[in-house]
């Protein structure tokens, strides 16, 4: 990836925001633009600057950054990193790519890293000092939560078959389970890494690991035929190869 992520730290708190600085400085693909107490001075920030990624507390003197995050719009990428639990939902209600709960650990916090990384199209070798063998173990790990029935269900990347769209719903086909999620397809289809998922029908995304088979017509995965819709057969082809 050539041009680096613009990263915007807001936390109230100054160890906690040294912390981050010092991580994010350890990452080549990330350039520290500001760091500030507050989320009114992140607004002038924001206002002035271009930024990608907020690492963002929530609880905050003024404004929370759950509400800090509600009032932009459009908003850029955004990790909250914070010391309670309680707000996880709303926060993956928002979007958010992560949740890092404090102390937060440099091995999370590369997680949370790639997973931008990967929503930004970054190359197949996530940091430069990653090999092959590291970048596979980092996407065994990769996980997504989804609302289901009131609940924050966590999902593995690599357990999912297909996501098929049910109108403003999705269903999600993994190795061992069927999960119902409100959720548009395309929505899910923006957090989705695109080294392992392929769009490949107005209805259905498929995992590319899964596949057994595939011809200009149909995917197979796991006994499973999966339609090729006339519009995809061009990023079909390069994606899986000519037929």
């Given amino acids: 990836m050539n041009t680096k992520i ?5 936390d109230d708190e100054p160890l906690a925001r040294e912390i981050i600085e010092t991580y994010i400085s ?24 271009k930024i990608d990624l907020i690492f963002l507390d ?30 996880a939902v709303d926060a993956f209600n928002l979007e958010a ?9 440099f091995s999370r916090f590369l997680k ?3 997973k931008v990384l990967k929503l930004s199209k970054a190359t197949s070798t996530l940091l430069e000092s990653s090999s092959n063998t590291e970048e596979e173990a980092n996407y ?26 049910l109108k403003n719903y999705i269903k999600i086909k993994t190795s061992d389970r069927e999960i119902i999620a409100y959720k548009s397809i395309s929505s899910i289809e923006n957090v989705l890494p695109s080294a392992r ?5 107005r209805s259905f995304i498929i995992g590319i690991d899964h596949i057994d088979s595939f011809s200009t017509t149909e995917i197979e995965l796991k006994g499973i035929k999966i339609p090729v819709g006339r519009n995809y057969k061009t990023s079909v082809k390069e994606k899986l190869g000519y037929f």
């Fill in 97 to 105: 790519i992560d949740y890092l709960l404090k102390p937060i650990e």
């Fill in 58 to 87: 929530i609880q905050m003197p003024d404004l929370t950054g759950i509400d800090f995050l509600k009032d932009l719009s459009p908003s850029p990428k955004v990790i909250f990193t914070t010391a309670y639990s309680d707000y």
């Fill in 112 to 114: 949370s890293v790639n």
């Fill in 26 to 49: 350890r990452i080549d693909h990330l350039e520290l633009i500001a760091s500030c107490a507050n989320a009114l001075e992140a607004f002038n920030i924001i206002a002035d600057k």
């Fill in 140 to 165: 065994q790990d990769i996980f997504i939560y989804l609302k289901v029935e009131k609940k924050m269900q966590k999902i593995f990347l690599k357990n999912i078959l297909f996501i098929e769209s």
């Fill in 197 to 201: 998922f392929l769009r490949v029908h």
């Fill in 6 to 10: 613009k990263c915007l730290i807001v």
